[in-house]
């Protein structure tokens, strides 16, 4: 029994016995030689279509994920609020931050004054200050979010520029709010005292608000100090601008005119009636008469 088991079962036991060395001749089964390259060639072709047929679907998804990724980022920069909103909401907070102009006395932060309207403040500014000692800044703004009125955000600008008494004494803030068409005007003890209070309530109700209604802003704004350097000076008031009367005329008719058309309506239905009463009688007694 030894004997017989020992051939076939003695590769699995004695490493060193070499496999390539027949111990058994059967013809019907194939080399071993001759299996190796089969499977060697069948795992290669497996292999290379593996390679094949996942090679087109990676790129092609990969081609998918970067375009949805730009979408994406095109869409978050175009159509995200908090960017824009950002932006417009920081205008008001800039000016506060920023502090009072030291080239110039306009802080035109809504963009709607021209050139020379600028132009014209600082001359004008600048030759009061020079003269009287007060120092006037205008501040445009489009919109407010963080105040209630344009007063509150005058007194803000005043008392963030010059924190202390003596700074703002002779200091005057002039704010136009451009969405909201209304204006507002603050300042130290002495501006307040030099202007008048008739003078500022004057320009706040009349200069600011009904040329900014008309969306004439760089009326509104240089007519408001060219007002208040008037008072400052000790001039005579020019005055506000006038108020149009926007007032339509009424199309409709008064009753009056109603009564009177109507009656002349009646009077040239009940003629045109009569002719087409009268003509054909009188044609027909014409014919009969001549019978």
Same mark, same amino acid.
């Given at each position: 029994?030894?004997?017989?088991?020992?051939?076939?079962?003695?590769?699995?036991?004695?490493?060193?016995?070499?496999?390539?060395?027949?111990?058994? /001749? *059967?013809?019907?089964?194939?080399?071993?030689?001759?299996?190796?390259?089969?499977?060697?060639?069948?795992?290669?072709?497996?292999?290379? $279509?593996?390679?094949?047929?996942?090679?087109?679907?990676? !790129?092609?998804?990969?081609?998918?994920?970067?375009?949805? =990724?730009?979408?994406? @980022? /095109?869409?978050? &920069?175009?159509?995200?609020?908090?960017?824009?909103?950002?932006?417009?909401?920081? !205008?008001? #907070?800039?000016?506060?931050?920023?502090?009072?102009?030291?080239?110039?006395?306009?802080? +035109?932060?809504?963009?709607?004054?021209?050139?020379?309207?600028?132009?014209?403040?600082?001359?004008?500014?600048? +030759?009061?200050?020079?003269?009287?000692?007060?120092? @006037?800044?205008?501040?445009?703004?489009?919109?407010?979010?963080?105040?209630?009125?344009? #007063?509150?955000?005058? +007194?803000?600008? &005043?008392?963030?520029?010059?924190?202390?008494?003596?700074?703002?004494?002779?200091?005057?803030?002039?704010? *136009?709010?451009?969405?909201?068409?209304?204006?507002? @005007?603050?300042?130290?003890?002495?501006?307040?005292?030099?202007?008048? +209070?008739?003078?500022?309530?004057?320009?706040?109700?009349?200069?600011?608000?009904? *040329?900014?209604?008309?969306?004439?802003?760089?009326?509104? @704004?240089?007519?408001?100090?060219?007002? *208040?350097?008037?008072?400052?000076?000790?001039?005579?008031?020019?005055?506000?601008?006038?108020?149009?009367?926007?007032?339509?005329?009424?199309? #409709?008719? !008064?009753?009056?005119?109603?009564?009177?058309?109507?009656?002349? #309506?009646?009077?040239?239905?009940?003629?045109?009636?009569? $002719?087409?009463?009268?003509?054909?009688? =009188?044609?027909?007694?014409?014919?009969?008469?001549?019978?």
């Amino acid at each position: 029994m030894e004997t017989i088991l020992s051939p076939p079962f003695s590769p699995l036991f004695n490493p060193k016995t070499s496999l390539s060395k027949p111990f058994l /001749s *059967l013809p019907h089964l194939p080399r071993s030689n001759s299996v190796k390259p089969i499977c060697c060639s069948l795992k290669k072709q497996h292999s290379q $279509i593996e390679k094949d047929s996942f090679s087109v679907p990676k !790129s092609w998804v990969s081609h998918v994920q970067q375009g949805l =990724a730009a979408l994406a @980022i /095109s869409l978050a &920069l175009n159509l995200c609020p908090v960017v824009s909103s950002g932006s417009a909401l920081a !205008s008001e #907070f800039d000016v506060l931050n920023e502090g009072p102009p030291k080239d110039s006395y306009v802080v +035109d932060d809504a963009n709607v004054l021209s050139r020379v309207t600028k132009s014209d403040l600082k001359a004008l500014l600048s +030759d009061v200050e020079n003269r009287k000692g007060f120092h @006037i800044n205008i501040i445009t703004v489009r919109k407010l979010t963080s105040k209630a009125d344009a #007063f509150e955000y005058a +007194d803000t600008v &005043l008392e963030k520029w010059y924190p202390s008494v003596e700074q703002g004494n002779d200091k005057g803030i002039v704010v *136009l709010v451009t969405s909201q068409k209304e204006g507002a @005007i603050t300042g130290g003890p002495d501006f307040v005292k030099a202007v008048g +209070d008739t003078v500022l309530d004057a320009t706040v109700s009349e200069n600011l608000p009904v *040329l900014a209604t008309e969306e004439k802003y760089n009326e509104a @704004i240089f007519s408001t100090a060219r007002r *208040l350097v008037a008072a400052i000076d000790g001039l005579p008031d020019p005055g506000g601008p006038q108020v149009k009367d926007n007032k339509r005329e009424s199309n #409709f008719k !008064s009753r009056e005119e109603t009564d009177e058309k109507r009656g002349q #309506f009646t009077l040239v239905v009940g003629g045109l009636l009569v $002719i087409a009463f009268v003509v054909p009688m =009188a044609q027909y007694y014409a014919y009969v008469s001549k019978k």
